[in-house]
């Protein structure tokens, strides 16, 4: 299985245009640049791209562990905070921090945190990024 995302990018870095598609259509032609990646301006950027991959990569695999162990989730609802720094002369994403919220009857805190762990290592979009990755759990009644 292979998935393809494209960026048509035109000028220099700061005098910019940039646009990112996606094959599925989800993005097409969606604007990006420095100044939405730098300065906050209204545009996407790579680091909130991959927040929003891990994300779902993760809730994904959760649900699957969570089948797996007898659960189903009424609601999950993941972020992913994605840490860019200034690094040696460059710059690096240095962090990636999970935050889960989910509501899935009959789990115990401890097979709850268990179960988001085993699927926090084992998301591909986990095993693809070299970072740390730190996750926040909460368990709803």
């Not at 690094?87 to 009959?106: E, M, N, S």
């Amino acid at each position: 299985m292979k998935r393809k995302g494209s960026v048509v990018w035109q000028g220099g870095i700061k005098d910019s245009k940039g646009e990112i598609s996606t094959e599925s259509g989800a993005l097409s032609s969606y604007p990006y640049g420095f100044a939405s990646r730098f300065e906050g301006q209204k545009g996407s950027n790579p680091e909130e791209l991959i927040g929003a991959a891990h994300s779902a990569c993760f809730t994904m695999a959760l649900s699957k562990i969570l089948g797996e162990a007898g659960f189903t989730a009424d609601k999950m609802e993941t972020s992913a905070v994605v840490t860019l720094e200034q690094v040696d002369g460059g710059f690096a994403i240095t962090a990636i921090h999970l935050t889960l919220t989910a509501k899935i009857p009959g789990a115990s805190q401890e097979e709850f945190e268990e179960l988001a762990g085993r699927a926090k290592a084992g998301c591909p979009v986990s095993k693809v990024l070299n970072t740390e990755i730190t996750l926040d759990t909460t368990l709803e009644s």
